[in-house]
């Protein structure tokens, strides 16, 4: 009997888990987007892209000594942050879409946790072999040359895997042929090489060891995943209604379909009901057995969980930890073609469909599950941010002013009785050469604007940079300026080379202030 005095634990020890190797559409799809986004990933840093003689020539780089993020034609400013803000929040409401229509194919296909699993586990497998080479080689105790081999190869390949990840990382941030060569003649900053290696770590463990421990326990989305999902949700779900009562060795079937049942068996871990079956030799003739009661098509030959990173039993039900990455339906569906059943009997499906295909009717289309309410509503709202943030791209001045009025002193008495206040006036050139602006004013038709160190209403703005310019605005003595408390007026910076203005309004502080 269980000591019921011991609190329950909140986590339970890993059990190491050894995917087996599976074929299909599902499987093909993820490795067709694990290249992509670990080639993207990867190289992205290295394509290049002139901007001019003052500007970086990477395609993509984050700058943060400089505070800019440039992509391609794109260059975001510090005061340009809301169109990170939005692209956060198309983020968002596109993993809302994807996980309201069908569950979580994020986790399953592109999180890089996932992605860098897959790739660990492909090189485990290139390694040590297959799902029962890999179980034979960790049940082994003893610790020989060869099993030390190939663990130290397999290892050494994480870390490369890891390292190449931690330095991708930080060529984003730095001119990435500069820091590669920095980095290997020691001459980069620690920085750099800090974060590579706490990257190289994290990867070599989260990817190596830790694996669906991080999707259970460190990630919030599983919990989280319930509120975005219904009963029209696409998941990955055990029919069942056809499957039950499983088959196992009393299937109502010839002898042929029983033998090749069993080669489907021996395929995916060889044992039926705790009997092993071999795979029948070639030529061998094949006996008719006795027909048995009839059963479901699943024979329970484990396939669907052999094949699963998670190691969960997809036919207990949708489960925390399933990642929706469909490789059950690919081992499942070549089990029933290899036992002459149709394919189907784990499938992308919905909770609302479950009693229309126990009555025998044909389940809803794909797409109605897909457009409904909810997700066009997600894709509605992702819709209006994006175009939002496109309207802005196109509409920002590549000229911009702030103006911070000087406080101590509020204002200044000239020698005639004139009123002066003081502005810091901070001109922001976004181009990529030089420019002339002149800085004027409107509102009050007394007020006069004077530029410190230069006797001109202009000034220069180097390339691509913020210019601090002290300016004076001075009311005469008789004006109601000059009288009055407080006087708005605007502040105009104009680019003489193309003409385009930028604004920013402000107040003027008289003598009854």
């Given at each position: 009997?269980?000591?019921?005095?011991?609190?329950?634990?909140?986590?339970?020890?890993?059990?190491?888990?050894?995917?087996?190797?599976?074929?299909?559409?599902?499987?093909?799809?993820?490795?067709?987007?694990?290249i992509?986004?670990?080639?993207?990933?990867?190289?992205?840093?290295?394509?290049r892209?002139d901007?001019?003689?003052?500007?970086?020539?990477?395609?993509?780089?984050?700058?943060?000594?400089?505070?800019?993020?440039?992509f391609?034609?794109?260059?975001?400013?510090?005061?340009?942050?809301?169109?990170?803000a939005?692209?956060?929040?198309?983020?968002?409401?596109?993993?809302?879409?994807?996980?309201?229509?069908?569950?979580?194919?994020?986790?399953?296909?592109?999180?890089?946790?996932?992605?860098?699993?897959?790739?660990?586990?492909?090189?485990e497998?290139?390694?040590?072999?297959?799902?029962?080479?890999?179980?034979?080689?960790?049940?082994?105790?003893k610790?020989?040359?060869?099993?030390?081999?190939?663990?130290?190869?397999?290892?050494?390949?994480?870390?490369?895997?890891?390292?190449?990840?931690?330095?991708?990382?930080v060529?984003?941030?730095a001119?990435?042929?500069?820091?590669?060569?920095d980095?290997?003649?020691?001459?980069?900053?620690?920085?750099?090489?800090?974060?590579?290696?706490?990257?190289?770590?994290?990867?070599?463990?989260?990817?190596?060891?830790?694996?669906?421990?991080?999707c259970?326990?460190?990630c919030?989305?599983?919990?989280?995943?319930?509120?975005?999902m219904?009963?029209?949700?696409?998941?990955v779900?055990?029919?069942?209604w056809?499957?039950?009562?499983?088959?196992?060795?009393?299937?109502?079937?010839?002898?042929?379909?029983?033998?090749?049942?069993?080669?489907?068996?021996?395929?995916?871990?060889?044992?039926?009901?705790?009997?092993?079956?071999?795979?029948?030799?070639?030529?061998?003739?094949?006996?008719?057995?006795?027909?048995?009661?009839?059963?479901?098509?699943?024979?329970?030959?484990?396939a669907?969980?052999?094949?699963?990173?998670?190691?969960?039993?997809?036919?207990?039900?949708?489960?925390?930890?399933?990642?929706t990455?469909?490789?059950?339906?690919?081992?499942?569906?070549?089990?029933?073609?290899?036992?002459?059943?149709?394919?189907?009997?784990?499938?992308?499906?919905?909770?609302?469909?479950?009693?229309?295909?126990?009555?025998?009717?044909?389940?809803?289309?794909?797409?109605?599950?897909?457009?409904?309410?909810?997700?066009?509503?997600?894709?509605?709202l992702?819709?209006?941010?994006?175009?939002?943030?496109?309207?802005?791209?196109?509409?920002?001045?590549?000229?911009?002013?702030?103006v911070?009025?000087?406080?101590?002193?509020?204002?200044?008495?000239?020698?005639?009785?004139?009123?002066?206040?003081?502005?810091?006036?901070?001109?922001?050139n976004?181009?990529?050469?030089?420019?002339?602006?002149?800085?004027?004013?409107?509102?009050?038709?007394s007020l006069?604007?004077?530029?410190?160190?230069?006797?001109?209403?202009?000034?220069?703005?180097p390339?691509?940079?913020?210019k601090?310019?002290?300016?004076?605005?001075?009311?005469?003595?008789?004006?109601?300026?000059?009288?009055?408390?407080?006087?708005?007026f605007?502040?105009?910076?104009?680019?003489?080379?193309?003409?385009?203005?930028?604004?920013?309004?402000?107040?003027?502080?008289?003598?009854?202030?």
């Amino acid at each position: 009997m269980a000591d019921s005095s011991q609190p329950e634990s909140l986590y339970a020890k890993r059990e190491p888990i050894f995917p087996r190797r599976v074929s299909g559409p599902f499987r093909n799809l993820k490795w067709v987007i694990m290249i992509l986004t670990l080639g993207v990933y990867y190289l992205a840093p290295w394509i290049r892209w002139d901007r001019g003689p003052e500007l970086p020539d990477q395609a993509i780089l984050v700058d943060l000594a400089n505070r800019r993020f440039y992509f391609f034609w794109i260059e975001i400013w510090p005061h340009e942050f809301y169109f990170i803000a939005g692209l956060l929040i198309m983020a968002g409401l596109g993993l809302f879409l994807f996980t309201s229509a069908l569950g979580r194919v994020w986790c399953g296909y592109t999180c890089p946790q996932t992605v860098w699993t897959d790739l660990f586990i492909l090189v485990e497998r290139w390694v040590e072999g297959d799902r029962n080479a890999r179980i034979r080689l960790h049940r082994q105790k003893k610790l020989d040359v060869r099993k030390a081999r190939l663990r130290v190869t397999k290892w050494a390949l994480w870390f490369l895997i890891g390292l190449a990840t931690g330095g991708a990382w930080v060529f984003y941030f730095a001119d990435a042929p500069t820091l590669l060569r920095d980095l290997v003649t020691g001459q980069a900053h620690p920085v750099a090489y800090t974060t590579m290696l706490v990257l190289t770590l994290t990867t070599f463990v989260f990817g190596g060891f830790a694996r669906e421990q991080i999707c259970i326990y460190a990630c919030p989305w599983p919990r989280i995943q319930a509120a975005m999902m219904d009963e029209d949700t696409l998941v990955v779900g055990y029919r069942y209604w056809r499957g039950e009562p499983r088959g196992k060795g009393n299937v109502r079937k010839t002898g042929q379909e029983q033998a090749l049942a069993a080669e489907a068996a021996s395929q995916a871990g060889g044992v039926i009901e705790g009997k092993a079956y071999p795979a029948p030799k070639p030529g061998a003739p094949l006996a008719p057995q006795p027909v048995a009661e009839e059963h479901g098509d699943c024979i329970d030959c484990m396939a669907c969980v052999n094949v699963c990173p998670m190691g969960i039993d997809i036919r207990n039900g949708q489960q925390l930890e399933c990642i929706t990455c469909g490789l059950c339906i690919d081992a499942c569906d070549d089990v029933m073609a290899k036992i002459g059943k149709p394919r189907g009997l784990i499938d992308y499906m919905a909770l609302s469909d479950e009693t229309r295909e126990q009555a025998g009717h044909t389940p809803r289309s794909v797409w109605k599950h897909i457009f409904r309410p909810r997700t066009i509503l997600y894709t509605a709202l992702w819709s209006i941010v994006g175009l939002g943030l496109v309207f802005a791209l196109f509409i920002r001045s590549d000229i911009d002013l702030t103006v911070a009025p000087v406080r101590n002193p509020t204002y200044v008495t000239l020698a005639d009785g004139s009123i002066r206040n003081t502005y810091d006036v901070r001109l922001r050139n976004m181009h990529g050469e030089d420019r002339e602006f002149r800085v004027t004013l409107s509102g009050d038709l007394s007020l006069r604007v004077e530029l410190e160190g230069t006797p001109y209403g202009s000034v220069t703005v180097p390339a691509d940079t913020m210019k601090l310019q002290r300016v004076y605005v001075v009311a005469p003595p008789d004006s109601d300026a000059a009288a009055s408390e407080r006087t708005e007026f605007r502040f105009w910076a104009e680019d003489l080379n193309s003409g385009d203005r930028a604004s920013k309004d402000t107040v003027f502080n008289g003598r009854a202030n």
